[in-house]
């Protein structure tokens, strides 16, 4: 079981920055960081393979910034440019390897923290 604790979370003012953080126990094939708004769905934000390429949802590409630091088993979410619609609480995950089907699933999830950005 991978545990994950995510910090960095707090209120902006639009056009401002936050860097989220997220401490794993372990990395594993693939981490990420998805968001819940209120009212709304979970939504993917970006995520980082093993392999160090990044994907990032559209509504955030050129904003935010996924990264980890392997040595200290963690990850983070630079967020620039911040807007209002960012508003959500940001979950990191962590993939697990299903060596058969050769596939890696996000099927570890933190607790959240919350973003709060202001107009």
């Known amino acids: 079981q991978v545990q994950l604790v995510e910090s960095g979370g707090g209120s902006v003012q639009a056009g401002g920055s936050l860097k989220l953080s997220c401490a794993a126990s372990e990395y594993n094939c693939k981490m990420g960081w998805y968001r819940r708004a209120p009212g709304k769905e979970r939504e993917f934000v970006a995520s980082?393979?093993?392999?160090?390429?990044?994907v990032y949802a559209d509504s955030v590409k050129g904003r935010f910034t996924i990264s980890q630091d392997n040595a200290k088993n963690t990850l983070y979410l630079q967020m620039d440019s911040l807007k209002t619609e960012d508003t959500a609480v940001y979950y990191c995950?962590?993939?697990?390897?299903?060596?058969?089907?050769?596939?890696?699933?996000?099927?570890?999830w933190g607790r959240g923290t919350q973003v709060t950005v202001s107009s």
């Open positions: 980082i393979p093993s392999d160090g390429t990044t």
């Open positions: 995950a962590a993939g697990k390897r299903n060596k058969i089907l050769r596939t890696c699933n996000f099927s570890y």
